[in-house]
């Protein structure tokens, strides 16, 4: 059935940029709400950004002005691009989609912001 694989995450330096991509199988990312959640070690998962189906996005206050969630239909792929980079931005960051009978959830790819 539906399957999100996430990739992208690494090791970058405080102010640096990441950009996360989810690639989505069985479902299509023009058609759902596409949205990336991020978990730090002790913490709960809390949501980063989402985007509709419509393009309406929403963010965090944590991460307004410094992400953008974008979508490429053509490549069935959701992307959220990082700058600005703080500590606290480290977690295991997943992707998820949201459908109106449930919500699928990738594994998650691990970024870490450190000096």
């Known amino acids: 059935q539906v399957q999100l694989v996430e990739s992208g995450g690494g090791l970058v330096q405080p102010g640096g940029s990441l950009r996360l991509s989810c690639v989505a199988s069985?479902?299509?990312?023009?058609?759902?709400?596409m949205g990336w959640y991020r978990q730090a070690p002790g913490k709960q998962r809390e949501l980063v950004a989402r985007?509709?189906?419509?393009?309406?996005?929403n963010y965090s206050d944590s991460v307004k002005g410094r992400f953008t969630i974008s979508r490429d239909s053509a490549k069935n792929m959701v992307s959220l691009q990082m700058n600005s980079l703080k500590a606290e931005d480290t977690a295991v960051y997943y992707c998820?989609?949201?459908?109106?009978?449930?919500?699928?959830w990738g594994q998650g790819t691990q970024v870490t912001v450190s000096s």
């Open positions: 998820n989609q949201e459908r109106r009978t449930r919500t699928y």
């Open positions: 069985g479902s299509f990312v023009s058609i759902n709400t």
């Open positions: 985007i509709s189906s419509g393009g309406n996005t």
